[in-house]
């Protein structure tokens, strides 16, 4: 600052040309970057379960999205009573289909409009419908289709609507995983089936997933397979089925027929990985995880057929304003390509293959999305050999 023609100003004191000097560096900042100036990045809660739930996914989200995000994984039935109960506790809630109905009801998630969805008209019909071809068989039971859109009396169903309870995002079967090496003698030239869970050769080394939803019929399936019971409908248990059914798991148990119940994948691993069971419930991604470790698990193909699963992402109900926002954000990011390569390597198919194409090589497309023989050694999403080169070891 310097005087002017006839007039006489004092010296700026050293208190105020910090100041100034200060304002000066301020306004050069802000020209550069108006928006980082006492402005943090929004933060996102993600709540769900240890299979999607994954640092390399959260890493590349945050540097694709330019925002922070928390995720906080968790057991099924832990992470589900925590959002039905606390909406404010997360964002987004990652789980599956079955846990729809528990929070829709718990009114703790609110409808997600499709127009805000990019990807919306390329997502599989499996997701929209039930079927992948028009000639394909129900399964039993429950399907997501049945309780994806939200209707105007503000009930699930499947008319299609503007507005749906949840994003259908990954998908796949699940079955059993056993370990090679122990596999009884007996068993070895017999085809796979739901009814080694409850094999007496197997006794003390049986361990099944702890999820009302999931466990339940994994044993179902089991007991049915082994001829204890013949439901007349696995879909729709009957009061008295189930009675019968308990019945059954209960004998067992007091001969300690089940070593554990497992509650998250990284349990599911140590369990096989200790050796403290040689068959269990299982999700691929444990499978992927031990045969990384020279672990010989085999994912197993029922000839009973598998049990579907569907994964659903859900908005909560207090998500408003710039997380709302951000939510979104987070939704179309998984459906954008890159997040389905990544998850495929465990298994797990992305309702918009097409786009996810070009992020996986040719190997692992013929391998995990064309049915082919592994024509090179594939890693996991842990960095680690999961599938050996030819192997045509079970997978989702």
């Known amino acids: 600052m310097y005087p002017t023609k006839g007039k006489h100003l004092a010296p700026l004191s050293p208190p105020r040309r910090k100041l100034l000097k200060g304002c000066a560096a301020l306004s050069i900042t802000a020209g550069v970057t108006p928006f980082a100036i006492g402005k943090s990045k929004p933060t996102l809660k993600v709540l769900g379960t240890h299979v999607t739930l994954q640092e390399e996914l959260r ?11 928390v995720f906080e994984p968790g057991g099924s039935a832990t992470v589900l009573q925590k959002a039905s109960m606390n909406p404010t506790s997360f964002d987004l809630y990652e789980q599956w289909s079955n846990s729809i109905n528990v929070l829709w009801r718990a009114q703790a998630i609110q409808p997600i409009e499709k127009k805000r969805l990019h990807y919306w008209s390329e997502i599989n019909n499996l997701s929209k419908t039930g079927k992948l071809t028009e000639n394909a068989r129900m399964g039993a039971g429950d399907a997501p289709h049945k309780i994806l859109n939200v209707q105007s009396d503000g009930s699930l ?7 749906i309870s949840f994003l259908p995002y990954v998908h796949n079967v699940d079955s059993f995983g056993y370990n090679q090496s122990l596999l009884p003698t007996e068993l070895k030239q017999e085809q796979e089936s739901w009814g080694w869970l409850l094999d007496s050769r197997y006794s003390g080394k049986v361990a099944i997933v702890n999820d009302p939803t999931i466990g339940l019929f994994d044993l179902a399936l089991a007991a049915q397979a082994k001829g204890y019971i013949q439901f007349q409908d696995i879909g729709a248990i009957t009061e008295a089925e189930l009675d019968t059914l308990f019945g059954i798991l209960n004998e067992l148990s007091q001969l300690n027929h089940f070593s554990g119940y497992w509650t998250s994948v ?7 990985k200790s050796g403290r069971v040689a068959i269990e419930s299982m999700f691929s991604p444990a499978v992927s995880a031990l045969n990384g470790q020279n672990i010989p698990v085999t994912f197993a193909a029922p000839k009973e057929g598998y049990r579907g699963w569907h994964g659903v992402m859900c908005l909560s109900s207090a998500s408003q304003g710039r997380s709302k926002d951000i939510a979104y954000e987070y939704m179309n990011w998984w459906l954008s390509g890159w997040p389905g390569a990544f998850i495929a390597r465990q298994g797990y198919y992305i309702s ?23 024509s090179e050694a594939l890693k996991g999403t842990d960095g680690m050999i999961s599938v050996k080169k030819r192997c045509s070891t079970q997978r989702r």
């Open 266 to 272: 990284p349990e599911s691993v140590q369990f096989m």
């Open 59 to 69: 890493q590349r989200a945050m540097e694709d999205l330019g925002i922070n995000i």
């Open 157 to 163: 169903g499947t008319q299609h609507t503007d507005e």
């Open 352 to 374: 918009n293959p097409e786009r996810s194409a070009k992020y996986l090589s040719q190997a692992e497309w013929d391998y995990w999305y064309d049915g082919k023989v592994a």
